[in-house]
């Protein structure tokens, strides 16, 4: 095992909790765009409109039963870090608020923001918001903590399973996907429900579902080495 050193402690968290707070700016961003939010967030923001909660709320609710999902298909092999995603959820949801722009909830900081009006500017931000969140996920991924309940709900099924996580983690994106898009065509309007303010699954969600990975792998390869030994800087294997 490692010798931790407490200082190091204090950066994972740090970056740890960054990489959260980015990926909640992107997804707010990606929102904006109406040009589709990405597949983690689908439901939740699918269950915003039919709801009229905030994307904060409905993130805690889905999230919480991704969690429970991960209880009954480990039973036994439920660990305290699958437990923890409750924790995180919470944590979660107040930054999806509080980097939102819904007036209603808590923070909004995004709140006055321009709007995007042309489909160019749109684009822009729909590919802005891409880029966060994968610089988000890098960050968040590093100190290997706690993950997030679409990636825990992925790493249960591969280990009853035996299915290889990335092929588990494109199935339950896949599926979230699938069900926000049922959700919208039946309680949001059919097919007018691809446009205008209020849209859940369009391009900018299978892009985001194609590119978030790639952007965490380019940054990984050129980054994750040095960036991981700083976060595990003066750490040594003792017997």
């Known amino acids: 095992m ?4 407490p200082i190091n402690i204090v950066k994972q968290l740090i970056v740890y909790v960054a990489g959260l707070f980015i990926i909640t700016l992107g997804i707010n961003i990606s929102k904006m765009s109406a040009l589709g939010i990405s597949p983690v967030s689908s439901i939740p923001r699918a269950c915003e409109q039919i709801w009229g909660f905030t994307l904060g709320t409905t993130t805690f ?4 039963f991704l969690v429970v999902a991960q209880l009954i298909i480990l039973r036994k092999r439920f660990r305290i870090i ?8 919470i944590l979660f949801s107040v930054m999806v608020d509080f980097t939102g722009t819904d007036p209603n909830a808590f ?3 995004l709140y006055g923001f321009p709007q995007p009006e042309t489909y160019m500017m749109k684009l822009i931000y729909m590919i802005v918001s891409v880029i966060i969140i994968g610089i988000g ?3 968040y991924l590093r100190p290997n903590w706690v993950p997030m309940p679409a990636e825990g709900l992925a790493g249960a099924i591969s280990d009853v399973s035996g299915i290889k996580f990335g092929n588990c983690k494109t199935i ?5 996907v699938i069900i926000a898009l049922i959700m919208q065509l039946i309680f949001l309007g ?8 209020g849209v859940v699954v369009r391009e900018g969600t ?34």
Do not use: C, P
Request: glycine content about 10%; overall charge positive; proline content about 0%.
């Open 82 to 89: 699958n437990a923890l995603g409750l924790l995180l959820t």
């Open 172 to 176: 339950v994106d896949t599926s979230m």
């Open 206 to 239: 299978i892009v985001a579902a194609i590119f978030v990975g790639q952007i965490v792998k380019i940054l990984s390869k050129f980054f994750a080495k040095s960036f991981e030994g700083w976060l595990h800087a003066g750490e040594e294997r003792v017997s």
């Open 107 to 109: 923070g909004h900081i």
């Open 2 to 5: 490692k010798n931790i050193r």
């Open 190 to 197: 059919g097919l007018s429900s691809f446009i205008g303010d």
């Open 137 to 139: 996920a890098f960050l």
């Open 61 to 64: 609710i889905v999230y919480i």
